[in-house]
């Protein structure tokens, strides 16, 4: 390991950098994908809500499911392996349950504007909203991985 950004060469088997330079990214995404949904207040607004829930899921599938097997190599999980004896699966298999579980928080806080609606949450209604909540926006981040190769 390389002592670049590093307070001191032993830095990276410390207690402190586990949370402040390992985990930094996961927490920093579970953080935001747990508590945007949950206690940040919003104006009433579809477009407000529509932000706060493509914010809270980007942050639970990019931060928590598709970046942490992208360490197992080098990054995050490689450190995690040499320094404190967890294994890239158990990590990414963390990361990417939290990422699951979190993405439904925030699925709940939209679909729960459904029941105000006349006549309540429909099929219809539920179908639409998630397809316009979370397979669009999946399907442009694919379309944008496929046209960078």
């Known amino acids: 390991m390389g002592v670049v950004n590093e307070p001191s060469v032993a830095?990276?088997?410390?207690?402190?950098?586990?949370?402040?330079?390992w985990l930094a990214p996961q927490v920093v995404a579970l953080a935001v994908a747990l508590?945007?949904?949950?206690?940040?207040?919003v104006p009433p607004s579809w477009l407000s809500e529509a932000f706060v829930f493509q914010l809270a899921t980007a942050s639970a599938v990019l931060g928590l499911g598709w970046?942490?097997?992208?360490?197992?190599?080098?990054?995050?999980a490689a450190g995690l392996a040499r320094f404190w004896d967890?294994?890239?699966?158990v990590y990414v298999s963390v990361s990417a349950g939290a990422g699951a579980?979190?993405?439904?928080?925030?699925?709940?806080?939209?679909?729960?504007?459904?029941?105000?609606?006349?006549r309540g949450p429909t099929?219809?209604?539920?179908?639409?909203?998630?397809l316009g909540h979370a397979v669009v926006p999946a399907a442009g981040w694919a379309l944008?991985?496929?046209?960078?190769g």
Do not use: C, K
Request: no cysteine; charged share 15%; aromatic share 8%.
């Open 11 to 21: 830095f990276a088997n410390t207690e402190a950098s586990l949370f402040l330079y």
């Open 86 to 89: 967890i294994t890239p699966t």
């Open 144 to 148: 944008a991985v496929i046209a960078q």
């Open 35 to 41: 508590l945007l949904p949950t206690l940040v207040p």
């Open 123 to 130: 099929r219809r209604r539920r179908v639409l909203a998630a």
């Open 67 to 76: 970046a942490p097997p992208l360490g197992v190599a080098d990054g995050p």
């Open 101 to 118: 579980f979190l993405v439904q928080i925030a699925g709940m806080r939209m679909a729960g504007h459904l029941w105000v609606e006349p």
